[in-house]
C-alpha cells in the first residue's frame, strides 16, 4: 500500500465549477500537508500549506485536512481554464518540509 | 526570472552512456534535491544535500550519483542509463536549520531524459 494515494482522474469540468481534489495517506504521523500544482513540462509550484487539522484559505483556495479519517482535499472556486493543470498533494511527518512524500497527482481539465 | 534553473529541458542518451544533469540557482539556498518523476508517478527522492551533506534515499540505485562543487550547482550523474532510467528529473531548492527544512520547494522545470 502507497503512503499517500491521489486518484489520477483525469477530472474535467466546466469553468466556474467548484473543484474538489483529494488525497488519503496511511502514515498517522504525517502533519504538514501540502498541495502543488504541476502544469505540463513544468516543475511542481507550492500552491497550499497546512500544519496539522483544519482549513486555510487562499483566493479561490481552500486546503482541508482531516486527521482523523486521513485524508485532505484541495478546493479550488469559480474553476479557470488556467487552472488546468496536475494537483499534487505532499506530506511530511519530521517538521516543515523535510522528506516530503508526494501523491502521483491528479489531472484537471477547466474547458471554457 | 527563473530562480531554480535545469539544463538540458531535454536529453536523449543511449542505453549505457554516462549522463550529467545540471541544476543551478539564484536562491542561495543550502539544501538542494534531485527528484526523479515517472509518468503519472509520484515525485521520488533520489538524495538531497543538506549544505556539503550528501543524504541518499536508501533505494536509490547506485547507478545514479551526485556533485554539488558550490553552493549554487547540482549535477546528476547517471552512470550507465537504462530504459528504465527514462523519466522527467526534477531539481528542488530550500533552505534549513538546525536538521529542518523551514522553506518550501523550489523546483526547477525539469530534464526530461529518453533513453534509446
Known amino acids: 500500500q502507497k503512503e499517500v494515494e491521489q486518484d489520477p482522474g483525469p477530472l474535467s469540468v466546466p469553468e466556474g465549477a467548484i473543484v474538489s481534489l483529494n488525497c488519503t495517506y496511511s502514515n498517522s504521523a504525517f502533519q504538514y500537508f501540502m498541495w502543488y500544482r504541476q502544469y505540463s513540462r513544468k516543475g511542481p509550484e507550492l500552491l497550499m500549506y497546512t500544519y496539522s487539522s483544519g482549513n486555510k484559505e487562499d483566493g479561490r483556495f481552500t486546503a482541508q485536512v482531516d486527521k482523523s479519517s486521513k485524508y485532505i482535499s484541495l478546493f479550488i472556486r469559480d474553476s479557470q481554464p488556467s487552472d488546468s493543470a496536475t494537483y499534487l498533494c505532499?506530506?511530511?511527518?519530521?517538521?516543515?518540509?523535510?522528506?516530503?512524500?508526494f501523491g502521483a497527482g491528479t489531472r484537471l481539465a477547466v474547458h471554457p | 526570472d527563473a530562480m531554480v534553473i535545469q539544463n538540458p529541458r531535454y536529453q536523449v542518451t543511449q542505453f549505457g552512456k554516462p549522463v550529467t544533469l545540471s541544476c543551478s540557482q539564484t536562491?542561495?539556498?543550502?539544501?538542494m534535491y534531485w527528484y526523479q518523476q515517472k509518468s503519472s508517478q509520484a515525485p521520488k527522492l533520489l538524495f538531497h544535500?543538506?549544505?556539503?551533506?550528501?543524504?541518499n534515499e536508501a533505494d536509490t540505485p547506485d547507478n545514479f550519483q551526485s556533485r554539488r562543487p558550490n553552493t549554487s550547482f547540482c549535477f546528476l550523474d547517471i552512470r550507465s542509463p537504462g530504459l528504465g532510467d527514462a523519466a522527467m528529473y526534477l531539481c528542488?531548492?530550500?533552505?534549513?536549520?538546525?536538521?529542518?527544512?523551514?522553506?518550501?520547494?523550489?523546483f526547477g522545470n525539469g530534464t526530461r531524459l529518453t533513453v534509446t
Open positions: 536562491l542561495n539556498h543550502n539544501v
Open positions: 544535500y543538506y549544505d556539503k551533506d550528501f543524504n
Open positions: 528542488a531548492t530550500s533552505s534549513g536549520t538546525g536538521k529542518t527544512i523551514n522553506s518550501p520547494l523550489h
Open positions: 505532499a506530506m511530511s511527518s519530521s517538521g516543515g518540509y523535510n522528506k516530503l512524500i
